[in-house]
């Protein structure tokens, strides 16, 4: 297990030292921008290419892996929401908010790099099967809440919001590069050697870029207002939601790499999408921002401790 704290501990290394270098001035802001937007654009991408590609999914079964990720997402969606609306008394669009941010793991930037290098190929596969439809099911959660909660951004119909998003989603690098690599597998065809060299060089470094660039991100949004809001809806996102999936986990026997990834992605803070959506639809914010900077920072100690029991009741 000593290896497993010494990943840890390398992982959130590097997102402190992108947290310094926002800090003291190092890089400017715009360079996290860019660094974010290379890992999400161009070497995630190629990583997922290539284990879509080639990666033993063995007898990983995707339906059980999402029946298992998301029935817990929507307990946690739920969970949160209810707590931002009747205990912290905001209004309903508020507490869509809240609810997004205790079901939306920050799989991409934190979540796939920790799980790499935890359980290697195997677990990454099984994780990349949720990365896949992750966003769809959480953006289009949020639409339609949104929608049912009487939202009218800007007089955009509901169609036309369903229509950009779909357009979004189909051109997101990430979905491009799960497909693609799915596509390349059926095929059945060898990768030639200087793809395979091109997509190592950039998809190896992808992980540790992610991870510098979110550091940095972090300065941007930082802490201001409803903080005990943030604080109730993390404690959601690190302890409810990955304790719902290894309930589920156990019930459905399963174990193993996959299992042990499964937990530690539910495990992963919010992300920066749930203050995206926040943005998008005018509330919420502050909430969104708090339980992200907040939740990354307690997570070196929730992510140590649901690695541990991954490895005691997964094995």
């Not at 929507?74 to 869509?96: H, M, S």
């Not at 060898?190 to 870029?209: K, S």
């Not at 459905?252 to 999408?273: F, K, T």
């Amino acid at each position: 297990m000593s290896s497993s704290f010494q990943t840890i501990a390398f992982v959130f290394a590097l997102i402190g030292l992108g947290y310094v270098s926002a800090v003291t001035g190092m890089l400017r802001r715009e360079a996290g921008d860019s660094l974010a937007d290379f890992a999400v654009t161009i070497a995630l991408p190629l990583l997922l290419f290539k284990t879509m590609a080639s990666a033993d999914f063995g007898h990983t079964v995707p339906w059980r892996i999402w029946l298992v990720y998301f029935a817990a997402a929507a307990f946690a969606w739920t969970a949160g929401q209810l707590i931002v609306v009747r205990i912290f008394g905001r209004d309903a669009r508020a507490g869509i908010v809240g609810g997004v941010t205790a079901a939306f793991s920050n799989l991409v930037l934190l979540g796939l790099p920790i799980i790499l290098s935890l359980y290697g190929q195997q677990g990454f596969a099984a994780v990349s099967l949720v990365v896949a439809v992750h966003l769809p099911i959480m953006m289009s959660a949020s639409i339609i809440l949104f929608e049912w909660a009487g939202r009218d951004e800007a007089g955009m119909s509901p169609v036309r919001m369903v229509k950009t998003f779909l357009t979004r989603l189909v051109a997101n690098p990430l979905i491009i590069g799960i497909v693609a690599g799915l596509a390349w597998r059926l095929t059945g065809w060898p990768m030639l050697a200087l793809g395979e060299r091109i997509v190592d060089a950039l998809g190896g470094i992808g992980g540790t870029v992610a991870l510098f660039a979110m550091g940095m991100s972090l300065r941007k949004f930082g802490i201001s207002g409803n903080v005990g809001a943030g604080l109730a809806v993390e404690a959601i996102k690190l302890g409810i939601m990955p304790a719902m999936v290894l309930a589920l986990l156990l019930l459905a026997g399963m174990s193993g790499p996959a299992a042990q990834a499964l937990l530690v992605a539910a495990a992963m803070p919010s992300g920066v999408n749930s203050y995206l959506i926040a943005t998008r639809f005018g509330t919420g914010q502050a909430l969104a921002s708090n339980a992200m900077t907040i939740g990354t920072a307690a997570a070196i100690a929730t992510t140590a401790f649901w690695v541990a029991i991954a490895h005691l009741y997964l094995q």
